[in-house]
C-alpha cells in the first residue's frame, strides 16, 4: 500500500506512522516531497492494515497496491481454470450455453424446455425451485416438490443441471439432484451461504451482485475457494446504472477484465441484463465476441405463461434460431460452438 | 397498472390482451389513441401479471400504479409505528442514538465503548459478533466467543443490544442476548433471512442495500412484515454511486421520502454511509434536519486499532461532543435528544 | 400521458384535474379504481403539459406515454437513414472505421496516423484541435495552427476527416477542413452549440454524454434535426458507474436499442469507454457483434508520446491487428469491412 | 504521483520507465517489492505526465497523489473565500437565499414573485432567460425580450439578481442585467463557457454536472480562476443514480467535503436535486445542518402555471413558511438567517 500523508503533517505525526507500520511488520519507505510526503508499504493487501492506517491522525489517504484477492488471481494460477460441470468442460475451447427456465413450474414446462433446448445444442439445463423474489406476494418457487422434477429432467435428459441455492440449510438437499450451484447475484455478498458451498465438492456459478464491482466479485469467490471449492464460473449480469430503458446495464467489458486478471472462467447471462426478450440476441453476440466462455440464457415454451420472468424469455423457436445465429460469432472468436 | 402497445399493434393484437386480461381476472379499460393504443387495468400490483402481460406481442411497457408494496405502506396503516427495543421506543418523539464499535473485540473494548456512549446518552449499543466482510481474509467476528461479552455488556450497563444477524441458522443462539436484530445492506436480499426473523418476536433492523431503490428496501421489508412481525425499523446507509470521495453516497432524500409512504420509522447511519469519521458529525446533523427519527453511529475507544471500520469510527471524545451538538437540531426539527 | 391519483384524492379534486386536462385541449379518460383513480389523456408528449398536471393536489405522478423525441424516431422514419461523410456511406451495410489520434499534435504526427490508418482500412481521420479537457492546466489543442494540418491531412490522404467543435464560434472556421462535426460527450447538452451545427450543411455526430440515458441523447439530436440537418450519427462511449476498472461503462444494449427505436446510425466509441488501449479490442468485436454501424479508436504512432489520451490509443501495430482481427465479426454479423 | 508496474515487469521494463520519469524532469524513487516494484514520483499533477508514464509498457497503474486542482484548493488559500453578489456576502456568518422562478415567463409573474421571496426574506433573486431544456420542444426562454424584465426587477425591488448564461455570445448582452452568472450543471463541461466568464468581472456560480464528482467540480471551475476571476461559488444540486424516486440523488456530503477541500462558499439547490416541492423543506434544512452557505429555491407564483419546472417549485405560502423554518436550523449551525 502507499499511505498519502496529509499537506500539513509534521515530522512527529510522520514519525508516528512510520512507527506504526513497523509495528505491524512491515518496511516502510518515506518519500517526502514538497506538498506531501508519501510512505510506501510493500506486501500486505489485508482491509485491516489499511484501515488501522487510515484512522491514524496525519493520513490524508491510504492507497492499496495489491489486487484484493488472492487465490482467484492469475498471479497465483497463470493458466485458465476449467470448469467440469458432470462432462461439460467450461472454459476450454468449447463454448458452453445453460438455458431453461427461470423457474421449474411444472413437469410439463420443464421437460419439455429441456427437450428443446438439448435439440437445439444447449448444454447445461437451468431451472431453479428456490427463487429470490422482491416481493414475497409473488411466486417463490415449487420448493420441495421441485426437486423430484430436477431428477426427472437430468434423468430423462442426460443433462446436467444448474439450480440456484438461497439458504445454507437447502445445500445438502439439492445436492443429490443438481451438478452446479448457482449463487444469485443478490446472495453474492451473502457469505454464509457462500462459505457453505465452499465446502461442497461440486461447481460453483456466482454471479456478480448489481451494485458489486468486478474486484467485489472477485473478493466473494475468495470465500468459496478458501474452502477448498476451486471449481468456480463467475457470471456477468448487469449492473445497476442511471439507465432505465435495461432491467440492468450488461458490463461488456467484464468479460475481457476478469479473463485478464483472474484464471477463472467467466460467462454471460443476457437475460437478466437486459429483461427484455428481443435484445438477448443482440448481447448473446457481443459476449462471445468478447470473449465469454458461455452463455445463460432464459427461455420458456410459453413466455406469457412463464410464473417468472417471462418478458426477458426466448420463445422455443427464437432460442433455437438464436443457437445457429451464436456460431459463426463463436468461430470469429476462435471457440467452438 | 397500464398497458401500453406499440404504435404497430394491430386490433386483432390489442384484442387478445384485453382477453389475457379478462382471462387474469381483471377489467380491461381501453383507451384508443392515435398513436398508441392503451389499455388501464385496475387493482392489481403482483410482479406475474405485469410480467405476464409485458410477454404478450405487441405489448410496448406495462407500467405499475400502485406502489410495489403492502403492508409497509401508509395506506394500510396511515399513523406512525413505534418499535419499542426493550424500554427505548423508536419512532416517537425522542430521537434514538444507536452507538457502538462495528465489531466486538474484547471484553476491554466493548465494555468501555458500552460505557462512554451510555455517559453521552445513546440508548441503544451496537456491536455484532458476526461481520460481513467482502474478504475471507479480513476479520470475521468473534463468533461464538462474543455471545456472552454482548450479554455481559447487556447485563451491565442495563442497555439494549443490537447485534448483526448473517446466516438463518444463528437467530435462535443470538436471540437471548440481542434486543433487536439487524439485517445488513449485504443481506436485504437475502430473502430466507427476512423470512426468518419475520418469525422471530423481536424487532428488526433493516439497512438499505447499497443498490437498492427505496422501493426495494420497502419491498424487502414486506417478508418479515408478511411473516407476523411488525416491529421493523428502516436504515438508510449510503448508496452506490459513481462518486468516490465518499464509501457510499448518503441519500438523504430517503428520510423525507420513506416517513411520507411508510409508516415504519427510519434512521440513518452516517459511519456506513461516508466511510470517514470526519464527515460523520454533518451528515449525524442533516439527517436529524431531514426527519430521521434516529442515527446508528460507530465509535470505538481507539480507531486505529479496531479490527473493523477504524477510518469511519469517532474517538470517544468526538462522540461525546457530538451528542452535544445534536441537541439543537433534535429541537429545531421538534424532537428531543 | 397517465395520470395517477393519489389514493387520498375526492371527487373534486379529481375534477379539477380533469378541467385542466381539458383547458389544454386534450380528451381526458378518467378510470376510477378501487384505492386509485386514473386519467388517460392520449396524445401529447410535451413537457410543459406533464409538469402543469404534475403540480396540482392530488396528482400522485404522471406517467409519458409516448416516447419524448419525434424526429429521431422510428415512427416517424421507418427506414434507416444513411448519412454520406463526404464519400462514405455511414449506416448502410458496409461498417464505417473512423480512427486517429484524440488530437492533432502536429504535421508529422497527424499525417504519419493518416496513412497507417488509411493502410490499414479505416475510412475517416479523427482529429480535433480544441480539446475540452477537465483541466485548464492540461494541452487544450492547437487551435488555428491546427486548421491547416486537417486541411493538409484532407489533402494529402483523401481521406474525410472529423473534428471536434466545443464552441458555437468555431464553427464557421472549422467548416471549409472538415467532413463532419464531431459534438463531444460533455457537450451533449450543449443546446447552443446542438442549435447551431443544426444549420450547418454538414454531418454531425453527436456522442452519448457519460450521464445522459439512451431518450436523454435522443432528444438532445432532436435540436439539431428540428434545424434541419438530418445528417446525424450517434455514438454509444460509455457512461458513468460505479465501476472504477474503466474510465466509463460501455452500455453495450444501447447500439440494438437505437437500432429499433431510432432510424439514424449508430457507431461505437471503445477507446473512450474503457480508457485502456488493451479493452479496445474486445469491445470493438462486441460492438459490431451487436449490431453497430461503425466504430471511433484512438490510435497515435507512439502512445507513451501522446500528449491527450495515451492510455487509450492503439500502436499502429495493433490498429492494423485489430482491423484484421475485425473482418470474421462484421461478416458473422452480415456486415461488410 | 505512484507508478505501481504490473507483477510481470522486468528490471529492464522497469528502467525504462524510471528513464522517463527523469525525463519528464521528475525525481523517480523505486521501492522493489516482492510481487510488484511501485515507483514514487513527486510532485505533479497534470494529466499528461500520468498518461505518458501509464501508457508504457510493464505499467499497472498511475495513482495521483496531489489532488487534481490547484487553485480551488485550500492548499493555496486556507482561509474561507467570501464572493460578494453587489451587496450580498455569500459565503461569511450569514446564509444566503437565492430564490424565484426557473425562467422568467412575464412581467407579472417576476415581478409578483420578487416582491413574496424578498419580503420574506430572499436575498438574490433568480430568473432564466435562456433555458436549457432537453427537448427543443420545451419552451426555451424569453431571450432579448426578457433581458428588460430582468432589468425592472433589479431596479424595482433592489435586489441582486442571478440569470443563467449558456452561450458565450450572451455574456455581454447579459452583463449589464445580472449580478451573477450562473453556469447549469449541463455546462460545467462547457469549458470555453468557463474560460468566458472567467475574463469577466462578475460573480460566477457554477452548478455541479450530474455526473461530475467532486473533483470534476473543483476542477471545471480552475477555468474560471485561471482567467483571473476568483469570485466563484460552487453549488449542489443532485447527481444522477440509480434512484428514480427523486429526479436526481442530492449528495449532502458533497457540502462538508468541498468546505473542507476548497475555500469557495458552497450552496444547495434542493428544488433540482429533488424534482418535487414537497421535497424541498426537508433538503434545505439538511443543507444548512451540513454546512452550507446558503441555498437556491424555487418558487413561483402559481406552479401549476409555470412553464418550466413547476411540479418543484414551492408555492408562495409555502416558501415564505420554509424561511421561517430554517432559522433555527441556520442557528443551530452556528449561523445567521
Known amino acids: 500500500m502507499v499511505i498519502i500523508m496529509r499537506p500539513d503533517a509534521d515530522a512527529e505525526v510522520i514519525e508516528h506512522v512510520i512507527g506504526k507500520v513497523e509495528e505491524l511488520g512491515f518496511e516502510p519507505h518515506p518519500i517526502y516531497g514538497v506538498i506531501n510526503t508519501v510512505i510506501a508499504v510493500i506486501g500486505d493487501r489485508t482491509q485491516e492494515a489499511m484501515d488501522t492506517l487510515q484512522s491514524m491522525p496525519g493520513v490524508d489517504r491510504v492507497v492499496p497496491i495489491l489486487r484484493p484477492y ?7 494460477k497463470p493458466e485458465a481454470t476449467v470448469v467440469n460441470v458432470a462432462d461439460v468442460a ?10 431453461g427456465p427461470c423457474a421449474v413450474e411444472s413437469r410439463e414446462q420443464y421437460l419439455t424446455t429441456g427437450r428443446y433446448v438439448k435439440q437445439a445444442g444447449a448444454h447445461i439445463l437451468r431451472g431453479s425451485i428456490y427463487k429470490p423474489r422482491t416481493s ?7 420448493h420441495e416438490e421441485g426437486i423430484q422434477l430436477l431428477a426427472a429432467a437430468r434423468e430423462e435428459l442426460d443433462m446436467p443441471i444448474i439450480t440456484e441455492v438461497l439458504d445454507p440449510r437447502h445445500i445438502e438437499r439439492l445436492d ?14 451473502n457469505f454464509a451461504l457462500l462459505a457453505e458451498v465452499g465446502q461442497a465438492n461440486k461447481p460453483v456459478l456466482v454471479k456478480r451482485g ?13 470465500y468459496v475457494l478458501v474452502g477448498g471449492n476451486e471449481q468456480v464460473i463467475l ?18 467489458s467484464a468479460v475481457p477484465i476478469i479473463k485478464r486478471f483472474s484464471h477463472l472462467p467467466v460467462i454471460v447471462d443476457p437475460s437478466h441484463a437486459s429483461g427484455e426478450a428481443w435484445l438477448v440476441p443482440a448481447l448473446s453476440k457481443a459476449a462471445l465476441a468478447a470473449g465469454a466462455d458461455g452463455l445463460m440464457i432464459e427461455t420458456h415454451p410459453s413466455p406469457q405463461d412463464a410464473l417468472v420472468d417471462g418478458p426477458q424469455s426466448l420463445r ?3 432460442f433455437t434460431e438464436l443457437m445457429q445465429e451464436l456460431k459463426p460469432f463463436a468461430q470469429a472468436a476462435g471457440r467452438r460452438l
Chains 1, 2, 3, 4 share one sequence.
Open 70 to 76: 488472492k487465490l482467484a488471481g492469475r498471479e497465483v
Open 90 to 99: 467450461v472454459g476450454g475451447e468449447a463454448i458452453t450455453i445453460i438455458a
Open 136 to 142: 414475497p406476494h409473488d411466486f417463490q418457487g415449487l
Open 176 to 189: 443429490p439432484v443438481t451438478d452446479i450451484f448457482q449463487i444469485g447475484a443478490r446472495n453474492m455478498q
Open 210 to 222: 448489481m451494485s458489486a464491482t468486478i474486484d467485489d466479485l472477485l473478493k466473494a469467490v475468495e
Open 235 to 252: 457470471c456477468e449480469r448487469g449492473i445497476r446504472t442511471f439507465e432505465t430503458q435495461t432491467r440492468n446495464t450488461l458490463d461488456i
Open 316 to 318: 422455443p423457436e427464437d
